[in-house]
C-alpha cells in the first residue's frame, strides 16, 4: 500500500526570517492524521533567510537528522560542537539526555535550505553525540546512497534505532531499486525535482508512506533528489 503526502498539504508557516513547512505535525502545526510514520516523528523542510537563524535551545531524547540542499549552515551546541554543514552533508546530533544547539545561516546573501528530520530513539536517556559525514554527487548519482543506519554501514552516519536512509540523485529515466524485507515500511520524500514511485508521480515536497510493499523503485521524470527511510 502506498499512501502520498502532498507538499501543498504539508503544514506552512512563514515566519519572515524562516519559511518552513512539516509533513508532520510539528510546533504550532498539529494535524492528528499525520503525526510521523513508525519512528519517523518530523520532516521539516526549512529555508533560513540570510543572517537569521534558530537561537540556542533544547532537545532531548531524539535523533536528528540535518540534510542540506542549498547554503550553509552553521552548527553549534553544549558538547563543544562548531561546525559548518552544505549540501550533500548530514549531521546527526542525538540528543539524549539533553542537548543545547543553534543554527544560523552566516551568509549576508544566500538563504540556506535545509530537510530537519527527527528519528525516535530506540531508548531513552542516551549519552548526547553529535557526527557529521560529506556524500559526494557521484557517490549518490544514479543510486541510493546509505547516508545513515543503526550500525553506521557503507560509512553511514550512526542513528540509535533500527532504520536505514538513503539519499539518491536520479536523472530523467534513471531508475533506483530498494528491496524491502518482510514486515518492513519505507517514507520517500523528495526534496527537488520529479519522480515516479511506481504509477504515482511525486513532485518537490511530496511523500508516500510504503507498508506492504517488497521493494521502493523510483524513475526520474526530471532531475530529482530524493531521501528514502526504510523502517521497523
Do not use: C
Not at 36 to 60: C, K, M, S, Y
Not at 165 to 192: N, T
Amino acid at each position: 500500500m502506498i499512501t502520498i503526502r502532498r507538499s501543498e498539504d504539508r503544514g506552512h508557516f512563514d515566519h519572515g526570517w524562516l519559511d518552513t513547512r512539516h509533513t508532520f505535525s510539528f510546533a504550532d502545526y498539529h494535524d492528528p492524521h499525520h503525526m510521523g510514520f513508525r519512528t519517523l516523528r518530523v520532516i521539516n523542510e526549512d529555508r533560513v533567510a540570510p543572517g537569521q537563524g534558530f537561537g540556542t535551545h533544547g532537545h532531548r531524547d531524539m535523533e536528528i537528522l540535518s540534510y542540506v540542499l542549498s547554503g550553509r549552515l552553521a552548527h553549534r551546541d553544549s558538547m563543544g560542537t562548531g561546525s559548518t554543514i552544505g549540501p550533500g552533508e548530514v549531521q546527526r546530533m542525538t540528543a539524549g539526555t539533553g542537548v543545547l544547539h543553534s543554527e544560523f545561516n552566516g551568509s549576508d546573501s544566500e538563504p540556506v535550505r535545509f530537510l530537519q528530520i527527527w528519528i525516535l530513539p530506540e531508548r531513552r536517556g542516551l549519552l548526547p553525540g553529535y557526527e557529521q559525514k560529506q556524500f559526494p554527487e557521484e557517490e549518490r548519482r544514479g543510486r541510493l546512497r546509505l547516508v545513515a543506519s543503526h550500525d553506521g554501514a557503507h560509512g553511514s552516519v550512526t542513528i540509535h534505532q533500527d532504520a536505514r536512509v538513503y539519499a539518491a540523485l536520479l536523472e530523467a529515466g534513471e531508475r533506483a531499486v530498494l528491496p524491502l524485507q518482510a514486515g518492513r515500511h519505507a517514507w520517500v520524500q523528495v526534496a527537488r525535482g520529479t519522480l515516479r514511485l511506481r504509477d504515482e508521480t511525486l513532485a518537490a515536497g511530496d511523500g508516500a508512506a510504503l507498508s506492504d510493499e517488497r521493494e521502493v523503485r523510483l524513475e526520474g521524470v526530471e532531475a530529482a533528489e530524493v531521501l528514502v527511510f526504510d523502517l521497523a
